[in-house]
């Protein structure tokens, strides 16, 4: 069945005045996972410093969800340059 709020009458001109967008901003609050999204290793186009990084994702577990981004990040970058890069090559090689 179907739960039914009751809503006290003097709630209900409160309710009338609230506007959608700080409606939709508590509730959105509250879905947020809140993990954040700081940075916390070399800068994009820090090649060796992603590169340390991208070798620490096969040799060294991450302890938090922030080392374990940051590791998949930087193998990212290299696995997408790799990939594309073998496209291009075999194309160049074989039309």
Not at 23 to 35: D, E, Y
Not at 44 to 66: H, I, R, V
Request: with cysteine; proline share 6%; charged share 15%.
């Amino acid at each position: 069945g179907f739960w039914l709020v009751k809503i006290s009458p003097s709630l209900l001109p409160v309710m009338a005045t609230c506007s959608l967008t700080g409606a939709r901003r508590i509730l959105l609050h509250r879905w947020v996972r809140q993990l954040g999204d700081s940075v916390q290793g070399p800068q994009l186009m820090d090649l060796p410093g992603n590169w340390q990084k991208a070798k620490e994702f096969f040799t060294k577990p991450a302890l938090s969800y922030g080392q374990y981004k940051q590791q998949c990040v930087s193998l990212r970058i290299f696995a997408f340059s790799g990939i594309c890069g073998g496209c291009v090559l075999s194309l160049a090689m074989f039309p």
